[in-house]
């Protein structure tokens, strides 16, 4: 028996990963050698994106909800601590905060952008906030300029959840150099892709040595550090996980980043004739795009005006 999804030749799909020869190659190099995982290829993995970040550091994790987590762990998040993130947002961004003991407390977006509102991030603002997660909603980034001042002024830390934004640029910086923290995503819908996969990078070599404990089970030394020291000593220094990342993964993610420049390119190129398409409909419009940056377009977002637009959002959806 077949499902109905199986048998809707014409159900456009989420997302289509791009694989190809090069990016094969590097995986099966891996599978062939002596490592598949915690070897050379995930430190070469985090260097790479860490230089594209213009970040110092870099920790990969098997998914963007893993960095998260690890982020709110490096923070020291604890029960009763509050952290500011908006509501436009996949459920991973809140539920990180949850894993730590910690409360969400969403500041509205602005509705021309669905970004963060730096001034609802200001009136949220408690003895109990600890940090502000921007969310870089389908792949334009946050107003960083504001939200660094408010998070200078209170003493906060600010997180960047850029799983939309890998690629995209902020007043010509590049994703990942705008935060004390910053996290990506790799699964198969986003720019790039690990199969599963995601990152953490940062300029704080503290907040980056404790992301690397928390996802290798809260292990003080791995298993190179034991091994330049000559030593099978460890110890546990806080709680965590095995969040770690294959080196075949890795493998993928590095060949992937060197297409990343032209698929952020073409699907700028995509979203300019989208734009242009919109302008001849009545009662659909897309987001407003900032001119501060490159927007990295993970989706292509529009908006329908219920005043024209009669149907629903379901017969939309299936029209």
Sequence with gaps: ??????????????????????????????????????????????????????????????????????????????????????????????????????????????????????????????????????????????????????????????????????????????????????VFSFHPVKHITTGEGGMVVTNDEDLIRRVKIFRNHGISDDLHQRRRKESWYYEIEMPGFNYRLTDFQCALGITQLKKLEFRIHRRNILAKQYDLFFEEVNGISPLKKEARGVHAYHLYVVRLDPGVIKKSRLEIFHS
């Design 1 to 182: 028996m077949t499902s109905n999804f199986e048998n809707k030749q014409d159900f456009l799909p989420y997302g289509r990963h791009d694989i190809d020869e090069e990016d094969l190659e590097a995986v099966r190099n891996v599978l062939l050698s002596d490592w598949l995982t915690t070897g050379p290829k995930v430190e070469e993995f985090e260097q790479e994106l860490a230089r594209r970040s213009h970040a110092k550091f870099g920790a990969a994790v098997n998914s963007g909800t893993a960095a998260l987590h690890a982020a709110m762990a490096a923070m020291d998040i604890k029960p009763g601590d509050e952290v500011i993130l908006p509501p436009m947002t996949f459920a991973a961004t809140a539920n990180a905060v949850v894993y730590q003991g910690g409360i969400p407390v969403f500041a509205d977006v602005d509705p021309d952008t669905l970004l963060i509102n730096p001034e609802k991030v200001e009136e949220k603002i408690t003895s109990k906030t600890r940090a502000v997660v921007a969310v870089d909603y389908a792949g334009q980034m946050c107003g960083y300029d504001e939200l660094r001042e408010i998070a200078k002024k209170y003493g906060l830390y600010l997180v960047a959840d850029a799983c939309h934004s890998i690629g995209g640029t902020y007043k010509g910086s590049p994703s990942g150099s705008c935060a004390d923290l910053t």
